[in-house]
């Protein structure tokens, strides 16, 4: 792991530079630049709103605030859409940049860190735009606003470990990454972001609770509609998973790193 470390500090040049082509890349010649990188998921929010709380007409057990339902919401939007985008980049990252690593000698742990990168910078927008829309209506959680940072790290640990796994994998067996991204659309709605858990079943919610992102939606409600610190206990079971599939995906990764390239 610290050689990986390494190798990653050495390249930290190419590291930052290709994170800032990929986000001037993806906007270049848009009208809009990178504004594109929040309006997709304030679409999204502002059309579930709309639909759950305007014409559902649901609403959140015990929190009579107008903005309950959307701070519920964006708040479990903002953990998905980092998990997702750092899922979806780094399944793909090995078989996308099959040229650069055919033609240029550099370690291969550097793309899932650009791919890592890429995803936070734009889950960072999204985030600053959430707090300041938390400030300004006056629903700002105060000082549990910094455990958000413990939360977003083990939902990026545990996205990059799976990542970083699936995409190894992905190589020998191509299907890997569409199974992925089909998966993903099932996961979205076993995880409690869009309706409340205590609206399911007791049955389910005891199935919905082995969904290690089910504590880290919860722990980002607790902090922005509970205005709480989070139960620390209850992370303990995501950040289990993401450490034992990082010590998983290392091992898959130098077992089959000097195939990647002779097979791509």
Same mark, same amino acid.
């Given at each position: 792991?610290?050689?990986?470390?390494?190798?990653?500090?050495?390249?930290?040049?190419?590291?930052?530079?290709?994170?800032?082509?990929?986000?001037?890349?993806?906007?270049?010649?848009?009208?809009?630049?990178?504004?594109?990188?929040?309006?997709?998921?304030?679409?999204?929010?502002?059309?579930?709103?709309?639909?759950?709380?305007?014409?559902?007409?649901?609403?959140?057990?015990?929190?009579?605030?107008?903005?309950?339902?959307?701070?519920?919401?964006?708040?479990? +939007? %903002? =953990?998905?859409?980092? $998990?997702?985008?750092?899922? &979806?980049?780094?399944? *793909?990252?090995? @078989?996308?940049?099959?040229?650069?690593?055919?033609?240029?000698?550099?370690?291969?742990?550097?793309?899932?860190?650009?791919?890592?990168?890429?995803?936070?910078?734009?889950?960072?927008?999204? +985030? %600053? =735009?959430?707090?300041? $829309?938390?400030?300004?209506? &006056?629903?700002?959680? *105060?000082?549990? @606003?910094?455990?958000?940072?413990?939360?977003?790290?083990?939902?990026?640990?545990?996205?990059?470990?799976?990542?970083?796994?699936?995409?190894?994998?992905?190589?020998?067996?191509?299907?890997?990454?569409?199974?992925?991204?089909?998966?993903?659309?099932?996961?979205?709605?076993?995880?409690?972001?869009?309706?409340?858990?205590?609206?399911?079943?007791?049955?389910?919610?005891?199935?919905?609770?082995?969904?290690?992102?089910?504590?880290?939606?919860?722990?980002?409600?607790?902090?922005?509609?509970?205005?709480?610190?989070?139960?620390?206990?209850?992370?303990?079971?995501?950040?289990?998973?993401?450490?034992?599939?990082?010590?998983?995906?290392?091992?898959?990764?130098?077992?089959?790193?000097?195939?990647?390239?002779?097979?791509?």
């Amino acid at each position: 792991m610290l050689e990986l470390a390494r190798q990653a500090w050495r390249f930290r040049g190419f590291i930052v530079g290709s994170v800032r082509r990929e986000f001037a890349s993806r906007y270049l010649g848009t009208q809009l630049g990178a504004l594109w990188s929040v309006m997709h998921p304030l679409a999204l929010i502002a059309i579930y709103t709309l639909v759950f709380s305007g014409v559902m007409r649901s609403n959140l057990p015990g929190h009579d605030s107008r903005f309950a339902y959307s701070i519920y919401l964006t708040a479990g +939007l %903002v =953990l998905w859409t980092l $998990f997702g985008d750092l899922l &979806g980049r780094c399944v *793909g990252t090995f @078989v996308h940049n099959a040229n650069l690593l055919k033609k240029v000698t550099l370690p291969k742990i550097t793309l899932p860190i650009i791919a890592s990168l890429s995803a936070l910078v734009h889950c960072g927008i999204l +985030l %600053v =735009l959430f707090v300041a $829309f938390l400030v300004v209506s &006056g629903e700002f959680p *105060g000082l549990p @606003v910094v455990a958000v940072v413990p939360v977003l790290a083990i939902a990026v640990l545990f996205a990059v470990a799976l990542g970083t796994f699936l995409a190894t994998v992905n190589v020998f067996y191509r299907d890997v990454e569409q199974t992925t991204a089909l998966v993903l659309q099932f996961w979205f709605w076993l995880t409690p972001i869009v309706y409340p858990i205590q609206t399911l079943p007791a049955p389910l919610r005891e199935i919905l609770e082995w969904n290690p992102l089910w504590p880290l939606v919860r722990a980002m409600h607790q902090i922005f509609v509970e205005r709480a610190f989070p139960q620390w206990s209850g992370l303990l079971y995501p950040l289990v998973c993401a450490v034992v599939l990082a010590i998983a995906a290392k091992a898959m990764f130098e077992r089959l790193s000097n195939e990647l390239v002779d097979e791509l």
